[in-house]
């Protein structure tokens, strides 16, 4: 589905803004917003950049660039959008109007970088002309599994998930603009343990191989964030 750019590397970086969810087994779940704000942006990160990840990895993963380490285990979010690659020629079936309707299924099993996983599922699809420029929607449903989040203590899981919708425009094929939107409950713990709800938005925009703007805001476990991640 998208395919990334062989060229372009994954460097890591510190732009913790994880949506992330429930733990599974981190004690008893009491609806609770006892975070950090620190701690919130952190445990917004995971499932923000395991929407991308699983974009830039349809439906090609074994031509994913591999990951360089960072200190937090996180790729840098703009980069992974810079990767973000339709592949048209699989998931396009051109008309005689020199449209093309696409589809591509999503499913990505990602690990998280202090242990456990995520998981994203659902579908891209939309038309484009027959210069690749046009829309794209994405329905997807994020599942974290004992997910670790560094720096903060906590694991998440599912609760029972977090979901995503969104919309990705292209010309000549190269995205020019994301914006997704997640919402969604999660639970977390160890200590202190908790659950709370999500409402984030991605919005950024491209040109070329450049990140313009890109910016992440909302609220997460009672905390308002916003912040850059260009």
């Known amino acids: 589905m998208f395919q990334p750019k062989r060229y372009a590397p994954l460097c890591l970086t510190v732009v913790a803004i994880t949506l992330s969810i429930v733990c599974g087994g981190c004690g008893s779940s009491s609806s609770?917003?006892?975070?950090s704000p620190t701690q919130a942006e952190a445990v917004t990160a995971e499932v923000m950049l395991a929407a991308l990840q699983a974009l830039q990895n349809t439906p090609f993963p074994d031509a994913t660039i591999p990951a360089a380490a960072g200190k937090d285990g996180h790729p840098d979010v703009a980069t992974v959008l810079k990767n973000i690659h339709p592949q048209v020629t699989t998931g396009c079936t051109p008309t005689q109007n020199g449209g093309e309707p696409c589809n591509w299924p999503v499913s990505y099993d990602g690990g998280c970088p202090g242990g456990g996983t995520i998981s994203v599922n659902g579908d891209i699809d939309g038309t484009l002309d027959n210069t690749f420029t046009g829309s794209l929607d994405g329905t997807l449903t994020i599942i974290p599994s004992s997910c670790s989040v560094p720096n903060t203590g906590f694991v998440i899981g599912g609760d029972p998930s977090v979901g995503v919708t969104g919309q990705l425009d292209l010309s000549d094929g190269s995205p020019t603009s994301v914006e997704f939107t997640q919402t969604g409950g999660i639970s977390?713990?160890?200590?202190?343990?908790?659950?709370?709800?999500?409402?984030?938005?991605?919005?950024?925009?491209?040109?070329?191989?450049?990140?313009?703007?890109?910016?992440?805001?909302?609220?997460?476990?009672?905390?308002?964030?916003?912040?850059?991640?260009?």
């Open 188 to 230: 977390y713990g160890p200590n202190p343990s908790g659950s709370c709800q999500f409402n984030m938005t991605l919005s950024a925009t491209l040109s070329g191989q450049a990140v313009t703007s890109c910016k992440i805001s909302g609220t997460a476990c009672g905390q308002s964030i916003s912040v850059t991640c260009q």
């Open 32 to 35: 609770s917003n006892n975070m």
